[in-house]
Structures are given as structure tokens and as C-alpha cells.
């Protein structure tokens, strides 16, 4: 099976950077996503990254160390609108992801 | 069109009734997926649908049967649930893999 570690809440202020980290443990893998969910809404794709290495896309960046089982999500110039939870996911076949429980994002002024 | 839409937002339903939650795109997506997730949470993989054709089931009661009648539409029929069932309904799809999925707003059932 798979198993997924992240923070279960980080809490920043406006204009800050902030990290928010994902272990996984999986027996087999493609690929790691990031999603942000605000509250009583869907889930978003953020980001992927299948090889090791950063990927930027405006203000959210994504990290993958394959070797270290290890990704980030790191988001910058942090605005309110940011507050809202980010799971990160693992594919570890080609059919699917497994999310992790999921990290609440709270920007305060 | 980047949207995935779904049927009904809301739906309130008995333990004996049956009720059907439809799902919608027009992406060309070729894999089509149903989540349930309970209030903080995270999405809980329920089916897949690769090319029409049911290639997941995690395990699934058989209370809840999923259907793809076509390319575009997904849909998932409910009988004789539980109220544990109560959950947020999300319909998702893909085109090249699971690791970039377009999510629907979602069908937030209640069973009583």
C-alpha cells in the first residue's frame, strides 16, 4: 500500500513564503501532485512532478527528491485567498493517486 | 471547456430510496473517477474508469454502481445506503494519467 506524511496545519502571514511538506512511503511509483481545496469547494491540481527537481508555476513551486521519498509544495508572496487545505498525492500505479490527509493553510494578516 | 460539472449539488435521500449522481465533461478526458470525502479529509478513491471501461473498484459496498455511459458521462447509482454514506460525492477525470484530475464542485448527500 501507500502511506503519505504532511503537517496537518501551518499557519503564516500575508506576503511570507511557506513550505509545506509530504513523505511517502509506496511500493511502487510515477509521480507525486499537489491539490489546494478551499473550504466547501473542490480540489484543484497544483502541481506534479514525476523527476527529481523543482517545478514553478507563478507563486507555487513543487520539489521531488525520488531518492528521499520527499516532496514540498512551496507557496510565495502568500495572499488571504491562499488559506485552504493542500493535499499532496502519490501515483504509485499508472491508474491512480492516494491522497495524504491533507494540510490546512492558514494566512493571517 | 475545462469544466466538470455534476448532479444534483445537493441530494437528501433515504435508507430504502435510490437516487442516481451524475457526472459530466467535455475535456476529451479518457479516465473518469468517483471520490467520496467526508469532512476533513481527503478524497477517498472509490472507481475508475479508463476509456468506458471500469478498471478500479477500491472495495467498494455494492449499495453504490457506478455506470459510464459514455466518454463524457459518468454516473453513480445509490441503493439502500447507510447514514455513514453521508459524504461529499466528487467526480474527477484525466487525460493522460491520475496525476492531473479536473474535479467537479461535487454532490453533498445526506442519507437519513
Known amino acids: 500500500g501507500q502511506s503519505l506524511e504532511q503537517p496537518s496545519e501551518v499557519t503564516a502571514v500575508e506576503g511570507a513564503i511557506v513550505q509545506i511538506n509530504c513523505t511517502y512511503q509506496?511500493?511502487?511509483?510515477?509521480?507525486l501532485s499537489w491539490y489546494q481545496q478551499h473550504d466547501g469547494g473542490a480540489p484543484t491540481f497544483l502541481s506534479y512532478?514525476?523527476?527529481?527537481g523543482l517545478e514553478e508555476t507563478g507563486r507555487f513551486s513543487s520539489f521531488l527528491s525520488r531518492s528521499d521519498s520527499y516532496g514540498y509544495l512551496l507557496l510565495q508572496e502568500l495572499q488571504m485567498k491562499d488559506s485552504a487545505s493542500y493535499f499532496c498525492?502519490?501515483?504509485?500505479?499508472?491508474?491512480?493517486?492516494?491522497f495524504g490527509d491533507g494540510t490546512t493553510l492558514t494566512v493571517k494578516p | 471547456d475545462t469544466e466538470v460539472t455534476q448532479t444534483p449539488k445537493h441530494l437528501v435521500m433515504g435508507m430504502t430510496n435510490k437516487k442516481s449522481l451524475k457526472c459530466e465533461q467535455h475535456?476529451?478526458?479518457?479516465?473518469m473517477y468517483w471520490y467520496k470525502q467526508k469532512a476533513k479529509k481527503p478524497p477517498e478513491l472509490m472507481f475508475v474508469?479508463?476509456?468506458?471501461?471500469?478498471?478500479i473498484n477500491e472495495s467498494v459496498p455494492s449499495r453504490f454502481s457506478p455506470e459510464c455511459p459514455n466518454s463524457s458521462l459518468l454516473n453513480l447509482h445509490l441503493h439502500a445506503l447507510q447514514p455513514e454514506d453521508s459524504a461529499l460525492y466528487l467526480c474527477?477525470?484525466?487525460?493522460?494519467?491520475?496525476?492531473?484530475?479536473?474535479f467537479g464542485p461535487g454532490t453533498r448527500l445526506t442519507v437519513t
Open positions: 474527477a477525470s484525466s487525460q493522460e494519467g491520475p496525476w492531473e484530475q479536473y
Open positions: 509506496t511500493s511502487g511509483f510515477y509521480g
Open positions: 512532478n514525476a523527476l527529481d
Open positions: 498525492a502519490v501515483q504509485a500505479n499508472a491508474g491512480k493517486s492516494t
Open positions: 475535456m476529451g478526458h479518457r479516465a
Open positions: 474508469y479508463s476509456y468506458e471501461k471500469l478498471s
